[in-house]
């Protein structure tokens, strides 16, 4: 008589059971996956996010620049000195109060340098507007720059006024962004000048990869091209140069 059990090899599996299994095995994978997708995003922001946020930055102390220049009647120097010509402090420095942070200012000796063991409190301080994400350089170090021309807003230790802009506010350039190579201590009374911004091209190491950020003394920040013609480059340096627009 021919036995009624089944021989063990012949036995399927629940199928209920198989299917919970790959729906299990599925899940784990979108899971590993998703994490994977996610953990570049938090660890390190998108590109035009961190770009965005250097226009902001930038826009920002234009909004400084402009509030010394409503109190002062004109912008900061690019720079302070003492009696002999030495360097004391930047106008990063100088514009302190009008970023928000007046205790800070308050707190400096600004007739000693302002790397001085006096000022070394100050400069610990982090100021995150000055700082780029992409530069992944020290916090205490800033790739903002101004402009240094002999006719231009920042020609060393005097100050300028928007009554001598000739060329237009729209057509001068105040601060652009750096790479992390060019970066400098946020207090350190250091900036580009014309002959670095003119040497800028699209072989150039840039902080961002859509060219030139650059801040204009109507406040507006724009993207510059990074291989704009030398001479429109310099002609947007001047607040003097009848470069401007023509009536």
């Known amino acids: 008589m021919e036995s009624s059990r089944r021989s063990p090899s012949l036995i399927s599996p629940n ?91 308050a707190a400096l000796d600004m007739s000693k340098p302002w790397d001085d063991p006096a000022n070394a409190e100050v400069f610990k301080n982090t100021h995150w507007i000055y700082t780029c994400e992409s530069a992944n350089n020290s916090s205490l170090q800033t790739t903002y720059m101004a402009l240094l021309a002999p006719n231009g807003c920042f020609r060393g230790s005097s100050s300028t006024s928007l009554h001598d802009f000739k060329d237009g506010t729209s057509n001068t350039i105040l601060v652009i962004e750096v790479d992390a190579a060019h970066a400098v201590p ?38 510059l091209p990074a291989d704009m013609p030398a001479a429109e480059r310099a002609s947007i340096m001047t607040i003097a140069g009848n470069d401007g627009p023509k009536p």
């Open 15 to 105: 199928p209920r059971q198989a299917f919970t299994l790959i729906q299990l095995l599925v899940g784990v994978g979108i899971i590993a996956i998703g994490i994977m997708l996610l953990m570049p995003v938090t660890r390190m922001p998108r590109e035009s996010n961190r770009r965005e946020r250097c226009i902001r930055n930038l826009k920002q102390i234009g909004l400084a620049l402009h509030n010394y220049h409503d109190e002062y009647g004109t912008f900061p120097p690019a720079y302070t000195v003492d009696s002999y010509g030495n360097r004391l402090h930047s106008w990063r420095t100088l514009i302190l109060t009008y970023m928000g942070d007046p205790i800070s200012y």
């Open 186 to 223: 946020w207090m350190s009374p250091n900036d580009a000048d014309l002959d670095f911004f003119l040497s800028l091209d699209a072989q150039s190491k840039l902080p961002h990869n859509h060219g030139i950020t650059a801040l204009f003394a109507d406040g507006t920040v724009r993207c």
